[in-house]
């Protein structure tokens, strides 16, 4: 990207559910163990939203949290995005919603569907808008509610997800900071690899659908993972080669937080040591697009990034979609 504005991360949130399912308590209700759970993915526990926690509630909390850090007023925001695939309802947006939670009152608002990946797909379009000028102060989350399309019965898949949302703020800026280049793409025949069939206009709800558990997401794990750890590689790749930079100049990445196994996999294949990779997955499991927003603010909260940084982001998900962007902290 060419150009002498840029689009600085200005503020920082998050938001879970109160109610922590641990594995233990998988175990009780599954014929799965504690054992099993972490070995195979790394995840310990996982935040399950109670029914008042929809998912515009969680996206107002972490962007009340992201202006508030930022030092913005709702009024300055003219541009709202919401990343997610388990929208409050099918319309409106989920953004609109949040829009009036949070007394914004002019902003375009809409959402984003990328699956996993909608953080890194949101922080690409922001950054576009607010480089062309057509946006000053944007309000980015990123927010899912995975566990309602989740079956509590599938022990494959239900281990592996939890609920969140987490949010940045972006500003116009003349200094070199914010989102530097990025990669993102897609490959729509691997649709049917991860996907929630019924629910939709191709296949509307019926007694028959219900019973058979089509609302509920079906998953091929192992060729999920495949082009996962494939993804994330050549999105990331290609996104450090088009900043300009050497891999050995990421000071942290902050990959889509669904299985430690991924994540080391990405690691040895980047050739990068598995300490620069921030890792929360264990007390969160994957919480879809909120993933990256949520381990981007701990590791912030933390001290893991400090002003002048590159950093790295990187996902996977449905879709099939990925993206990699390379981001200057400061
Ligand atoms: N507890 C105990 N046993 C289990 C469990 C469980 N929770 N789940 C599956 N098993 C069993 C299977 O039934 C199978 O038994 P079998 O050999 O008797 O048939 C055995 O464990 C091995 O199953 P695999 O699927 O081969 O296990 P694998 O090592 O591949 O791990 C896993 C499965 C963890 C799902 C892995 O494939 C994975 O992480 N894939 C990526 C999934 C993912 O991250 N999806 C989301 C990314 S995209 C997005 O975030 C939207």
Redo the contacts with the bound molecule.
Sequence with gaps: MISSRYAAITGWGMAVPQRVVTNEELARR????DE??RS??GIAQRYVAGPDEYTSVLASRAGRVALERAGLVPEAVDTLIVATCTPDRPFPATACTVQANLGIPRASAFDLVA??SGFVYGLTVATALVKSGMSQHLLLIAADVFTHLIDWQD??TC??FGDGAGAVTLQASSERRGLLSTNIGAWGEGEAL?AVDAGGTRLPVTPELLAARRQYVS?N??E??RH?VRGMVESAERAVAEAGLQLDEIALVVP?Q??L??IEAVAKRLGLPLERFFVNLDRYG?T?AASVPIALYEAVEQGRIAAGDYILLTA???GLTWGSSVVRWG
């Design positions: 599954l014929t799965t163990t099993w759970i195979r993915t699956a996993c022990r494959s281990v592996l991860m998953m794990g192992r999920i993972f996962a889509h669904a299985n196994r991924i994957n879809s996977f998900g449905g």
